[in-house]
């Protein structure tokens, strides 16, 4: 059975950091694009960062460029973003998802998490 899970969510002050994992198990993550989304209340859904493990491409929002990263451990089967600088707005519940690489981000999900939640206080 396909699994992804997140972790590393938590409250940190504005200007902190936190990294995030997305585990994952039941397919071949070699294969795959993660997504990492978010999800605040009363907010559309926002792509966030994306690594593609079938080439390394990396995409990031305008909103978080320059302070997230995105990496991708296929030892560990494991996707890590971290998360510097944060802000305020960066306040949400964060997902991770998985797509066919061969499809690229941006791409209905195949399979996602049930997110970790990250507040960032002011």
């Known amino acids: 059975e396909a699994q992804l899970v997140e972790s590393g969510g938590g409250l940190v002050q504005a200007g902190g950091s936190l990294r995030l994992s997305c585990a994952a198990s039941g397919f071949t993550f070699d294969d795959y694009a993660i997504d990492w989304f978010r999800q605040a209340p009363g907010k559309e859904r926002e792509g966030v960062s994306c690594?593609?493990?079938?080439?390394?491409?990396?995409y990031y929002a305008d909103s978080v460029k320059g302070r997230f990263t995105i990496s991708s451990d296929n030892a560990k089967n494991t996707v890590y973003l971290q998360m510097n600088s944060l802000k305020p707005e960066d306040t949400a519940v964060y997902y991770c998802a998985a797509v066919p690489g061969r499809l690229g981000c941006h791409h209905p999900y195949d399979y996602w998490g049930q997110g970790t939640q990250v507040t960032v206080s002011s």
């Open positions: 690594i593609n493990n079938t080439d390394g491409s990396a």
